[in-house]
């Protein structure tokens, strides 16, 4: 896929808000300060796309961005730790769990989690929600320039064996770095892929 075009459409604070679910969705998510906003940005090659901070929880909304005029590539807040309130937390849960379990026209959500670090509870929880809700997922990992790639290796692999003693199989799975490019070109080609089979089932032209 090339990337011709992207551009932000609007922040939503509740899904009411959202833009009409016309075409293709894409999100992404995860833990704060995972990389989201430096990922985002390789992806469409745009560097100020997506905010990028260095405290964790800048995300506070959905960000709708459309993407070549034909998809829309979603932002969403943060899960886990964040410098916020129990209250604020509370409230991103609730958005980001009501869209994901009615956004008709979601078609994956990318779940980041940071390669530099083995297994954590709060990431295999999520995932394992989303496979209870039959929400469609793939796994990004993010950082994978930070750490050597014995050690990278070494922790993707025990990424899988921990979720394969529940699993029956992996989800699709990305491993990225947003300062050399890797795995953008496996991203936007799974986006193409799997776009292809929602236009066909909602009988659009794209």
């Not at 990922?39 to 070549?68: E, Y």
């Not at 991103?92 to 994901?100: A, D, Q």
């Not at 699993?167 to 491993?175: D, H, Q, R």
């Amino acid at each position: 896929m090339i990337i011709r075009s992207a551009s932000f459409i609007t922040s939503s604070s509740k899904i009411s808000q959202c833009p009409p679910p016309s075409i293709p969705e894409y999100a992404f998510i995860g833990r704060s300060n995972v990389g989201k906003s430096s990922l985002l940005n390789m992806l469409v090659n745009r560097k100020g796309l997506a905010k990028i901070s260095g405290s964790p929880g800048k995300t506070q909304t959905i960000n709708h961005f459309l993407i070549n005029e034909d998809w829309y590539l979603v932002d969403l807040p943060g899960y886990g730790y964040a410098r916020v309130s129990h209250k604020m937390r509370e409230q991103w849960n609730r958005l980001f769990t009501s869209y994901i379990t009615v956004r008709e026209n979601l078609v994956s959500l990318f779940v980041l989690i940071d390669a530099r670090h083995e297994p954590m509870s709060v990431d295999l929880a999520f995932m394992e929600k989303l496979a209870l809700g039959n929400v469609p997922f793939a796994r990004v990992f993010t950082k994978s320039d930070k750490i050597s790639s014995l050690e990278r290796d070494r922790n993707i692999d025990l990424h899988n064996r921990t979720m394969l003693q529940r699993w029956e199989t992996l989800p699709p799975t990305f491993i990225t770095s947003a300062i050399k490019g890797s795995g953008r070109d496996e991203i936007l080609n799974y986006i193409s892929e799997t776009m292809i089979f929602f236009t066909r089932e909602n009988d659009l032209t794209i």
